[in-house]
């Protein structure tokens, strides 16, 4: 168990709908980073918040978005579901802002219909 | 930009033999390594990493990597795998302080298949 939580683990809705994600990071982590995987293209770095800020955004989509709350956890909200955003979602923390060590959560399966 | 090739994606042995999986990353700037383990229907696991120091690094379940600057490797080997290492395995890089953007950026990822 690596001390971060997903939930929840799997999630099937429609085309054209909107889900939120929740990851809890272990505990005195002060990072959450999301990544998606995807067969075709492998584990993406959506995005770093770092103490409730935004640090960096990778290949996130304008549908989806993220945010830190004060206890840390975070959500990453996606809208306007397409049956390509299936996918497994995960959350990663790590205490501070580099990723000298960071720890991964089960993911999140969605499956959109 | 930093980025990670790993140079195969399926590998097959047999139980009890050595194995090598090999990374390859191209950066700019320093970097730090890491080689994690994806179990079926499981999250990502830390295997190992590379900060700084020596360039072999040991981690868990056996499994070692060794750090190589001008070839700009990381490869992950093991002396005698059982069957319970079959997995995917991915490598993966950051970029060490002094930068920014602190993302992890993972290769394709490796199909270790371990036959009795």
């Known amino acids: 168990d690596s001390g971060v939580t997903q939930t929840p683990k799997h999630l099937i809705t429609a085309t054209g709908q909107r889900v939120t994600l929740r990851c809890s990071p272990r505990s005195g982590d002060l990072s959450v980073y999301w990544y998606q995987q995807s067969l075709d293209q492998g584990l993406q770095f959506l995005i770093h918040y770092y103490n409730g800020e935004e640090r960096a955004k990778g290949n996130i989509l304008e549908r989806f978005s993220a945010q830190q709350f004060p206890d840390l956890h975070s959500e990453l909200n996606l809208s306007s579901l397409e049956l390509g955003d299936s996918a497994l979602y995960f959350c990663a923390s790590s205490v501070e802002w580099g990723f000298t060590e960071a720890f991964f959560g089960q993911g999140t399966r969605l499956t959109v219909v | 930009a930093q980025s990670v090739t790993q140079l195969d994606s399926q590998v097959p042995v047999f139980e009890e033999a050595p194995v090598e999986l090999r990374c390859n990353y191209s950066?700019?700037?320093?970097?730090?390594l890491f080689w994690y383990v994806q179990y079926p229907n499981q999250g990502l696991q830390l295997l190992l990493k590379?900060?700084?120091?020596?360039?072999l690094v040991k981690g868990i379940n056996g499994f070692e990597a060794e750090f190589n600057k001008s070839q700009t490797s990381f490869h992950l080997r093991k002396p005698s795998v059982h069957i319970s290492d079959t997995a995917e395995y991915f490598c993966?890089?950051?970029?060490?302080?002094?930068?920014?953007?602190?993302?992890?950026?993972f290769g394709k990822g490796t199909l270790l298949t371990v036959n009795p």
């Open positions: 590379y900060l700084s120091g020596s360039t």
């Open positions: 993966a890089v950051s970029v060490a302080p002094g930068g920014s953007n602190y993302k992890l950026t």
């Open positions: 950066s700019s700037v320093s970097v730090y």
